[in-house]
Every structure is written in C-alpha cells, then in structure tokens.
C-alpha cells in the first residue's frame, strides 16, 4: 500500500485528516469506528469525526519516493488495478541513468510496477507536532 497526504494519530490508531473551514476531520472506511463517534457524511460511505488538535497524538504528512539508479523519484500515482506506480522527478540527470519520459515542463516520468520497487517515505510533522 502506497500512503500519501496527511494523516494523525488519534486514540493510538492512524487516520487520514481533512480540514474545511477550519475544523480538522479524521477519515475512516471501517463501520466499527461508528461506536466511537464516526458519522457519514456526503455520499462515498466514508466516516468522519471531528477532533480538535488538542485530542491527536500527532500529525504528518506522507510524501512517498523511491530512489532509481541512484536518483530520487516522487510517487505521482497509482494504478491498483494494474500494479503500476507512476514516479516523476525534475532531476535533468536521471535520464542518463532511467529509461524516463518527458513529463510537463521540466520533468520526467517513469512506470513500473510496485512490486519491482522499494517506497520510502518522508513524514513532515504538521498542525503545531514539529519536534
């Protein structure tokens, strides 16, 4: 599983986090977390609970990466039906060292499939948990 966007601790579990007018909501696909104040909102069957900073353990952000010949390749996206990740880098040099494509202005492009790969993860503290 590729994790990547903000997530926070709440209650020892990790959740995604979403934030609208600010008020911060953890995600959660799981029913049982109805019995613990989850409620449906919007049509997708997602659940959320509204949480002030004060009740979370911590916050981050997940920027997944690989790193390819020797380059660093951010996770644009993944396809899981077909196993496919999609990674990108503005390095000019990794294409001497990748089979890459040009992707935008200044960018190459690379697919390949997640099991041919190792995802690291940068975690950046957020909402006030910088240590």
Do not use: C
Request: no cysteine.
């Amino acid at each position: 599983m590729i994790r990547k966007g903000r997530f926070a601790v709440w209650n020892g579990k990790e959740y995604p986090i979403v934030s609208q007018r600010r008020k911060y909501f953890l995600q959660s696909g799981s029913p049982e977390d109805k019995e613990i104040g989850f409620v449906e909102m919007g049509t997708n069957g997602h659940l959320f609970k509204e949480v002030s900073t004060d009740e979370l353990e911590d916050a981050y952000e997940v920027f997944p990466y690989a790193i390819l010949s020797g380059h660093r390749f951010a996770v644009e996206s993944y396809e899981q039906e077909t196993g496919m990740v999609t990674f990108v880098t503005n390095n000019p040099f990794a294409y001497k060292k990748v089979a890459v494509s040009p992707y935008g202005k200044d960018e190459f492009r690379i697919d390949l499939p997640l099991d041919e790969v190792v995802i690291l993860e940068d975690r950046i503290p957020i909402l006030s948990f910088e240590e």
